[in-house]
């Protein structure tokens, strides 16, 4: 039976020693599988294909020693984010993000690409104009009020679940599923995952009605913006390169994950201007993007190709269990929880010959 795992937004994230280099060559004992152990083995058809058209490719300038930097994004599933979606697919085909730069580069915060004239505290020229025909937002579209039938799914199991546990309880105050701790927060927000995303539910008017909001997870790409009634064309992108900060969950629109390249950008210099900004001064730090391209529209032989473990998979199950509750033999004392950002999704390239 495929079990589905909700995790409480507000559960403390699991700390992961790192082993030391004489516990590295020691020979390991017998033990419980690794969450990656438990990936390798997961037969091919838990594995989802990323159709090309959900991914991007973004090429910065080399790097000081010349070497090639890509990184490839894959962009957010319905129902969530998908004006900005079809946005960011419009720029991309109008090669409007060819040649704008890494402007704000924020320790354990974000990294921030956009027009470096555009909204930028240190920006002095001309804004570069946006194509026709882009999609105008409002607050509302950050969160999903009808969510598809796997979310819905998850949400009435969990409901009806805890209903039976704590019948005459509000709030909620959490029970254990299986080693699986789900747990309360004071304002009623909770997690879980769909179609290979992380997401988090609250309850409004009553246990079966909710909303759904992306999770701020490292890693996750977002619209910047500027104050409310403003939410973002899609013109101006960050991805999260610390701490996952979840206040801005439901705050902002997301629409995807960096997948590939990762390093590329969170290895950038800081800015020292007002939250990360490159001043003026650190104009050579600005990192050039060169293109940036919708896979669909690259040759056969240059569109990246990557799959997810389905969230919905048993082995994902396993997976999420052992994050949360380290028994491989490094480890002592299971955690008994974990938040959701600390379970990232696997994904891997998809070999020549699969």
């Not at 969160?143 to 409901?159: A, D, F, G, I, Q």
């Not at 938040?339 to 020549?352: E, G, K, L, Q």
């Given at each position: 039976m495929k079990s589905q795992i909700l995790f409480c937004a507000g559960l403390l994230t699991a700390a992961i020693s790192i082993p030391t280099s004489a516990a590295l060559a020691q020979e390991a004992p017998e033990g419980a599988p690794s969450p990656n152990e438990i990936v390798d083995a997961a037969p091919q058809a838990e594995w989802v294909t990323i159709a090309p058209e959900d991914l991007l490719v973004m090429t910065l300038a080399p790097d000081a020693q010349g070497a090639s930097r890509k990184v490839v994004i894959q962009l957010m599933p319905a129902p969530f984010s998908q004006g900005w979606v079809g946005n960011?697919?419009?720029?991309?085909?109008?090669?409007?993000?060819?040649?704008?730069?890494?402007?704000?580069?924020?320790?354990?915060?974000?990294?921030?690409?956009?027009?470096?004239?555009y909204d930028n505290p240190e920006g002095e020229g001309e804004a570069k104009p946006l194509p026709e025909g882009?999609?105008?937002?409002?607050?509302?579209?950050?969160?999903?009020?009808?969510?598809?039938?796997?979310?819905?799914?998850?949400?009435?199991?969990?409901?009806?679940?805890?209903?039976?546990e704590y019948p005459d309880r509000l709030p909620l105050v959490g029970y254990e599923a299986g080693d699986l701790r789900i747990a309360d927060v004071p304002i009623g927000v909770y997690a879980a995952f769909n179609h290979g995303f992380p997401y988090s539910f609250k309850l409004i008017t009553s246990l079966f009605d909710g909303s759904f909001a992306p999770a701020h997870c490292y890693g996750m790409v977002g619209v910047g913006r500027g104050y409310s009634p403003d939410t973002g064309s899609g013109a101006e992108?960050?991805?999260?390169?610390?701490?996952?900060?979840?206040?801005?969950?439901?705050?902002?629109?997301?629409?995807?994950r960096i997948i590939f390249g990762m390093e590329h950008l969170s290895s950038l210099?800081?800015?020292s201007g007002a939250l990360g900004f490159y001043t003026a001064e650190e104009a050579d730090k600005r990192t050039p993007i060169l293109s940036v391209r919708v896979a669909s529209?690259?040759?056969?032989?240059?569109r990246p190709q990557?799959?997810?473990?389905?969230?919905?998979?048993?082995?994902?199950?396993?997976?999420?269990?052992?994050?949360?509750?380290?028994?491989?033999?490094?480890?002592?004392?299971?955690?008994?929880?974990?938040?959701?950002?600390?379970?990232?999704?696997?994904?891997?390239?998809?070999?020549?010959?699969?």
């Open positions: 960011i697919r419009k720029l991309a085909r109008a090669k409007w993000y060819d040649d704008i730069t890494v402007n704000r580069v924020q320790d354990n915060y974000v990294v921030q690409w956009g027009d470096p004239n882009l999609s105008v937002m409002g607050e509302e579209e950050y969160v999903v009020t009808k969510p598809n039938n796997v979310m819905r799914k998850l949400h009435e199991s969990w409901v009806s679940r805890f209903n039976s992108l960050y991805t999260v390169i610390g701490h996952a900060p979840r206040h801005l969950d439901r705050n902002i629109a997301l629409v995807g210099p800081r800015g529209d690259l040759p056969d032989g240059e990557f799959e997810y473990l389905s969230t919905e998979s048993d082995t994902f199950a396993q997976y999420a269990d052992a994050r949360a509750n380290r028994r491989d033999p490094f480890f002592i004392v299971p955690a008994g929880g974990a938040d959701i950002c600390n379970i990232p999704v696997p994904v891997r390239p998809i070999s020549a010959g699969e």
